[in-house]
């Protein structure tokens, strides 16, 4: 009993080991004795997602991820066709389009040696391209054409598209097989997807440049307003300065009027009450001079005992009628 049994659980330990399975999003390169294992047609051996067979102990699978990767860039200094430098932060999506070219390509599929070429690859397109523009068209590229020509250029290995569409031309008149560019990624084996730019800087001391005209054109601007306020404040407070003015000169002449209607008035009723009693009025002129005279008891008056001042204090009986 005991022998059957460890036969069934050495059996299964080999079936086990002779089974791979590829999950979705990966692919299987098949290794035997650590050289890669080529088919009919001298290509090497991909495995396609699903179960697999291998021989145990002789052949093993190295899986590749087939799924779309990022890669961030560092911002990097890149100089335009106006000869201005700009600071450039960007990010390429790409996948594995050839597992073989990319084993291969990359030693064993790493994928940071790969990313490490297609950096370096991207790079040199950018900066190419961005050489052939100014500021204006790079800020205001709409349309992504400057991403566009990059990751074409990454794929065809072309300085322009027309030169990829010149070889694809000559492939389709002579029907034979499009030969890769070498300095294209199809010869590692990857496809760009996409390029995208994430920012774009101006370097620090060209910017902090711009900042400090753009602060000085801003202080003059305020400096100037402030000039134009005062300006207008000065002619608001002269206008209300000018209107206080006649409103109290106004008030006063309206004043000086009423008061001289009101002594006017009040001399005529006077004179109309005067003039129906003139011997009272006559004393009663005397008393308040009287009362002026001798209001101050230091005064001395030296007057003549017959003038008239003192007619009513010799004949009282001069107001009887």
Same mark, same amino acid.
């Given at each position: 009993?005991?022998?059957?049994? /460890?036969?069934?659980l &050495?059996?299964?330990?080999?079936?086990?080991?002779?089974?791979?399975?590829?999950?979705?999003?990966?692919?299987? =390169?098949?290794?035997r004795f650590?050289?890669?294992?080529?088919?009919?047609?001298?290509?090497?051996?991909?495995?396609?997602p699903g179960?697999?067979?291998?021989?145990?102990?002789?052949?093993?699978?190295?899986?590749?991820?087939?799924r /779309?990767?990022?890669?961030?860039? !560092? $911002?990097?200094?890149? &100089?335009?066709?106006?000869?201005?430098d700009?600071i450039?932060?960007?990010?390429?999506?790409?996948?594995?389009? %050839?597992?073989s070219?990319?084993?291969l390509?990359?030693?064993?599929?790493?994928i940071?040696? $790969?990313?490490?070429?297609?950096?370096?690859k991207?790079s040199?397109?950018?900066?190419?391209?961005?050489?052939?523009?100014? &500021?204006?068209d /790079?800020?205001?590229?709409?349309h992504g054409?400057?991403?566009?020509?990059v990751r074409d250029?990454?794929?065809t290995g072309?300085s322009?598209?027309d030169?990829?569409?010149?070889?694809l031309?000559?492939?389709?008149?002579?029907s034979?097989?499009?030969? &890769?560019?070498?300095n294209?990624?199809?010869?590692?084996g990857?496809?760009?997807?996409d390029?995208?730019?994430?920012?774009?800087?101006?370097?620090?001391?060209?910017? %902090?440049? =711009?900042? $400090?005209?753009?602060r000085?054109?801003r202080?003059?601007v305020a400096?100037?307003?402030r000039?134009q306020?005062?300006?207008?404040? $000065?002619?608001?407070?002269? !206008?209300a %300065?000018? *209107?206080v003015?006649?409103t109290l *000169?106004?008030?006063?002449?309206?004043a000086? /009027?009423?008061?001289?209607?009101?002594?006017?008035?009040s001399a005529k009723?006077f004179s109309?009450?005067?003039?129906?009693d003139?011997?009272?009025?006559?004393?009663?002129?005397?008393?308040?001079?009287?009362?002026?005279?001798?209001?101050?008891?230091?005064d001395?008056?030296?007057?003549?005992?017959e003038t008239?001042f003192?007619?009513?204090?010799?004949?009282?009986?001069?107001?009887?009628?």
């Amino acid at each position: 009993m005991r022998k059957p049994f /460890i036969f069934v659980l &050495v059996v299964l330990g080999i079936i086990c080991m002779s089974i791979c399975i590829v999950q979705e999003g990966e692919r299987g =390169i098949v290794m035997r004795f650590g050289k890669v294992l080529r088919n009919s047609e001298n290509q090497p051996l991909v495995y396609m997602p699903g179960v697999h067979l291998k021989i145990p102990g002789l052949e093993s699978v190295k899986l590749l991820d087939a799924r /779309i990767q990022t890669m961030d860039n !560092q $911002a990097d200094r890149f &100089v335009t066709k106006e000869q201005k430098d700009l600071i450039v932060d960007s990010y390429i999506k790409w996948r594995v389009s %050839d597992f073989s070219r990319y084993y291969l390509a990359t030693g064993g599929g790493d994928i940071s040696q $790969a990313e490490v070429l297609l950096k370096r690859k991207f790079s040199d397109r950018l900066r190419s391209e961005i050489g052939r523009l100014d &500021v204006q068209d /790079i800020v205001t590229d709409s349309h992504g054409r400057l991403t566009t020509d990059v990751r074409d250029a990454l794929n065809t290995g072309s300085s322009s598209q027309d030169n990829a569409l010149d070889l694809l031309h000559h492939h389709n008149e002579s029907s034979m097989t499009l030969p &890769v560019n070498q300095n294209s990624m199809e010869a590692l084996g990857i496809k760009v997807i996409d390029v995208r730019i994430k920012q774009i800087n101006l370097p620090t001391e060209v910017s %902090d440049a =711009i900042y $400090a005209r753009m602060r000085a054109e801003r202080e003059s601007v305020a400096r100037s307003q402030r000039a134009q306020g005062a300006e207008e404040a $000065a002619i608001v407070r002269a !206008q209300a %300065d000018y *209107a206080v003015e006649r409103t109290l *000169a106004e008030a006063r002449r309206q004043a000086l /009027i009423t008061k001289g209607e009101g002594d006017a008035e009040s001399a005529k009723l006077f004179s109309d009450a005067f003039s129906k009693d003139p011997d009272f009025y006559a004393f009663l002129r005397s008393l308040r001079a009287y009362e002026s005279s001798f209001s101050n008891h230091q005064d001395l008056v030296v007057l003549s005992p017959e003038t008239d001042f003192f007619r009513f204090m010799k004949r009282p009986d001069c107001l009887k009628r």
